[in-house]
């Protein structure tokens, strides 16, 4: 039996905790009077919102942005045993897309988006829960992906054309310089990191484009693999092999030619060409779950994907809204929001199951054994993700 917590968001916008032991229990209020111990600012009775939980690395506190009817978004940690919950920074006129803490757990990520006068622009900032009211900008541009790499910030940041795009390596805490990586950005997402100091990515470099792996503060980089398209990279989580697939078509058409990278040789072993939209690896680092879309149902399917290219079918859905819009960006959200259990046995999805298992029931946030078995519906969820599995 899975021992991870999951936080989910229900219909209503509200954030719950479902414990170890099954019990659900609400972690926000429906309006802005709630007790809230930190406030940068004071609160009016409203209703509000909540979006993304984020769980903290040690599993004590959870993120989210706090969304008031006709106010400013604002980022909400709260600690999960219910003792306290601080607004640590009001986003202004900003929309609010993502949260991500880092691995010590004394910073978060935020990237949120604004209007200027030459169209949306993505921000990144850093906060500390500690410390209220105070935002630490790292960079803005568009597109904008990111992962955490130790305590600094390692980013894919767009410019106005693929000249002016970069890869840098920010420190937050203005202990060190920002680094520039070598080549141009390719069409990707998130840069990978393999430890503190090495991280792979897609950029032109030396006349082509190539899956590249690079020491920070080092000019030249290794080349590991030629590409042609939109890549997808998704590290294993014992960081030894990190799963690749390429869109030939780029953005809107489906990945293809899913391989693995072994890190330490450089070797490319190719698993299979299932078109998918994403694909995800169990934590402990054996197969991958890839899910794809069938265009002729219109609905989505979830398989389980060996090493060795046998594929187990597992189920079929249409996802709700948020579900979807962390499918769109599997390779960002996969790295904080967690849908696959600690013990690599169960898989969270929210939305309508299809097929014997779904049918008569209600849309909402379903537990799929990855061996096949029958699927459980645990609440009424929108979008939910796995905690840290316990200590002890």
Same mark, same amino acid.
């Given at each position: 039996m899975s021992r991870n917590p999951i936080a989910y968001v229900c219909p209503k916008r509200q954030i719950y905790v479902i414990n170890t032991e099954g019990l659900a229990t609400p972690q926000t209020s429906a309006t802005t009077d709630a007790l809230v111990w930190g406030s940068w600012a004071p609160g009016s009775s409203h209703r509000v919102g909540h979006s993304w939980p984020?769980?903290?690395?040690? *599993?004590?506190?959870? #993120?989210?942005?706090?969304?008031?009817?006709?106010?400013?978004p604002r980022v909400l940690v709260m600690e999960t045993n219910g003792i306290s919950s601080s607004e640590v920074v009001d986003l202004g006129p900003r929309l609010p897309i993502y949260l991500y803490w880092s691995p010590n757990g004394s910073q978060i990520a935020v990237l949120s988006q604004s209007m200027d006068n030459e169209g949306d622009?993505?921000?990144?900032?850093?906060i500390r829960p500690s410390q209220l009211g105070q935002e630490r900008p790292v960079a803005e541009g568009?597109?904008?992906?990111?992962?955490?790499?130790?305590?600094?910030?390692?980013?894919?940041?767009?410019?106005s054309d693929a000249q002016s795009s970069r890869l840098s390596v920010s420190d937050p805490n203005g202990h060190s310089a920002t680094e520039?990586?070598?080549?141009?950005? *390719?069409?990707?997402? #998130?840069?990978?990191s393999i430890n503190d100091t090495d991280l792979v990515y897609v950029a032109a470099y030396n006349g082509s484009t190539q899956v590249l792996r690079t020491t920070v503060g080092s000019s030249v980089p290794q080349a590991i693999h030629p590409v042609n398209g939109l890549v997808g990279l998704v590290s294993s989580p014992d960081k030894k092999r990190i799963a690749m697939a390429v869109a030939p078509g780029g953005d809107g058409t489906a990945y293809r030619n899913l391989s693995v990278l072994d890190v330490a040789s450089g070797r490319v072993q190719h698993i299979v060409d299932l078109p998918c939209l994403g694909f995800f690896w169990t934590p402990d680092s054996t197969r991958l779950v890839v899910v794809s879309v069938d265009t002729h149902r219109n609905l989505m399917t979830w398989s389980v994907v060996h090493l060795n290219g046998d594929i187990d079918p597992i189920t079929e859905m249409v996802p709700t809204r948020d579900f979807g819009f962390y499918l769109r960006f599997f390779e960002q959200y996969s790295?904080?929001?967690?849908?696959?259990?600690?013990?690599?046995?169960?898989?969270?999805v929210s939305g309508e199951l299809f097929g014997e298992h779904g049918q008569g029931q209600k849309a909402g946030t379903w537990k799929i054994p990855l061996n096949g078995a029958r699927p459980t519906r645990i609440c009424d969820g929108v979008f939910a993700v796995y905690g840290p599995s316990p200590i002890g």
């Open positions: 984020t769980w903290s690395p040690d *599993g004590t506190q959870i #993120a989210c942005f706090r969304i008031p009817q006709g106010g400013a622009k993505l921000s990144l900032s850093t568009t597109p904008l992906f990111f992962t955490w790499s130790g305590e600094r910030v390692a980013a894919y940041i767009g410019g520039i990586l070598p080549g141009i950005p *390719g069409n990707f997402c #998130a840069p990978v790295q904080s929001h967690p849908i696959i259990s600690h013990d690599s046995k169960h898989l969270l």
